[in-house]
T-cell receptor, first 111, second 109 residues
Framework: EAQVTQNPRYLITVTGKKLTVTCSQN?????MSWYRQDPGLGLRQIYY???????DKGDVPEGYKVSRKEKRNFPLILESPSPNQTSLYFC??????????FGEGSRLTVL | GEDVEQSLFLSVREGDSSVINCTYTDSSSTYLYWYKQEPGAGLQLLTY?????DMKQDQRLTVLLNKKDKHLSLRIADTQTGDSAIYFC?????????FGSGTRLSIRP
């Protein structure tokens, strides 16, 4: 089954404690992307990757890092999380047909 | 700059048609999407359209694209209570994908 898998789905952490949200897709897609969703703001793009070893900033990259060492994985790294990064995070991948698949979301709370 | 605008709320009577509208600014968009999000759930892709198409129909859903006016609409025929959700419009260029803030569709009995 074609899917985008994120982990963890839920996480409560404290300010400053580094964390990684993993994202994996099984569709051999070149394009992957991370979004955060906040009430009233829709989805905002954090980072995207056009292919392996190619990443670029989206609209709200501050406080986040990503890596794309292999095609299927695109982890989101918060080196020093802060409360304003409390949000719902979505990973997505897109293939050549244009269809954009989303993961189920990761709800992060930073205390 | 890049932007997508949608109205925040829409209320329709059960059985009527719902039309959710969206305008965007980027003329280089390649694909345009409609997503549905129910409370506490993820994003469900309803349909998408390539930018060289004018219309796409899929069962109760009809997407209309007016490229000249940069206007996209989603029509849901015979709206049911299960259609109650937030609907997001989005467009993609080669690199970025920009979302609107979502339209909350509520259904009246």
């Amino acid at each position: 089954e074609a899917q985008v898998t994120q982990n963890p789905r839920y996480l409560i952490t404290v300010t400053g404690k580094k964390l990684t949200v993993t994202c994996s897709q099984n569709m051999n897609h070149e394009y992957m992307s991370w979004y955060r969703q906040d009430p009233g703001l829709g989805l905002r793009q954090i980072y995207y990757s056009m292919n392996v070893e190619v990443t670029d900033k989206g609209d709200v990259p501050e406080g986040y890092k990503v890596s794309r060492k292999e095609k299927r994985n695109f982890p989101l790294i918060l080196e020093s999380p802060s409360p304003n990064q409390t949000s719902l995070y979505f990973c997505a991948s897109r293939g050549n047909t244009g269809e954009l698949f989303f993961g189920e979301g990761s709800r992060l709370t930073v205390l | 700059g890049e932007d997508v605008e949608q109205s925040l709320f829409l209320s329709v009577r059960e059985g009527d048609s719902s039309v959710i509208n969206c305008t965007y600014t980027d003329s280089s968009s390649t694909y345009l999407y409609w997503y549905k999000q129910e409370p506490g759930a993820g994003l469900q892709l309803l349909t998408y359209i390539f930018s060289n198409m004018d219309m796409k129909q899929d069962q109760r859903l009809t997407v209309l694209l007016n490229k000249k006016d940069k206007h996209l609409s989603l029509r849901i025929a015979d709206t049911q209570t299960g259609d109650s959700a937030i609907y997001f419009c989005a467009y993609s260029s080669a690199s970025k994908i920009i979302f609107g803030s979502g339209t909350r569709l509520s259904i009246r009995p």
